[in-house]
T-cell receptor
Framework: GDSVTQMEGPVTLSEEAFLTINCTYTATGYPSLFWYVQYPGEGLQLLLK?????DKGSNKGFEATYRKETTSFHLEKGSVQVSDSAVYFCALSDQSQGSGNTGKLIFGQGTTLQVKP | GAVVSQHPSWVICKSGTSVKIECRSLDFQATTMFWYRQFPKQSLMLMATSNEGSKATYEQGVEKDKFLINHASLTLSTLTVTSAHPEDSSFYICSARARRGGIDTQYFGPGTRLTVL
């Protein structure tokens, strides 16, 4: 079945450092890919998404490119801030048409990012 | 747009009592909502898919008689934890499915922290 694998954390960086969180996926259909962020004690917020190969999603300085050839959707940010400290989840959703599309998200295990001043 | 609320944000109850959690899509209609459970430092576990006007679809291993789901309108789904016990203590998160630009995206509520004494 479909699955998502993220790099294990925690990832600890100094402020203004470059961030990469790796995410790879396996899917039989044509998934859309998502990054969600969860701040302590809160629900998930959609950070960015990409719906087809070579699409780049971007938001708040974060970006990720849908790479079909490497089945990856790595999250990057050029200069992290303390306020970026959170748990980041990579996810995929089958977007095929028809009754088989349940709309379910398949999540990776989450990667904790800690940014120190 | 795409705001999802949950109520209450936290609840403490005695063992044996029932607790109802509401999930509302505030600025869009959602024919499908999802209920997740999250344990500390772990990813989200999908409990069930809630479809407006029909019975919920539960994931394997989730007791449907214990976790009652009702999706009575296009903007409201409720999860009732019946006869709660300490092992039901967890963070419960709902999401609502929206189709924007032909793409299904889930928008998450802020979560409900349930503590059963």
């Amino acid at each position: 079945g479909d699955s998502v694998t993220q790099m294990e954390g925690p990832v600890t960086l100094s402020e203004e450092a470059f961030l990469t969180i790796n995410c790879t996926y396996t899917a039989t259909g044509y998934p859309s890919l998502f990054w969600y962020v969860q701040y302590p004690g809160e629900g998930l917020q959609l950070l960015l998404k990409a719906t087809k190969a070579d699409d780049k999603g971007s938001n708040k300085g974060f970006e990720a490119t849908y790479r079909k050839e490497t089945t990856s959707f790595h999250l990057e940010k050029g200069s992290v801030q303390v306020s970026d400290s959170a748990v980041y989840f990579c996810a995929l959703s089958d977007q095929s048409q028809g009754s088989g599309n349940t709309g379910k998200l398949i999540f990776g295990q989450g990667t904790t990012l800690q940014v120190k001043p | 747009g795409a705001v999802v609320s949950q109520h209450p944000s936290w609840v403490i109850c005695k063992s044996g009592t029932s607790v109802k959690i509401e999930c509302r899509s505030l600025d869009f209609q959602a024919t499908t909502m999802f209920w997740y459970r999250q344990f500390p430092k772990q990813s989200l576990m999908l409990m069930a898919t809630s479809n407006e006007g029909s019975k919920a679809t539960y994931e394997q291993g989730v007791e449907k008689d214990k976790f009652l789901i009702n999706h009575a309108s296009l903007t409201l789904s409720t999860l009732t934890v019946t006869s709660a016990h300490p092992e039901d203590s967890s963070f419960y998160i709902c999401s609502a499915r929206a189709r924007r630009g032909g793409i299904d995206t889930q928008y998450f509520g802020p979560g409900t922290r349930l503590t059963v004494l």
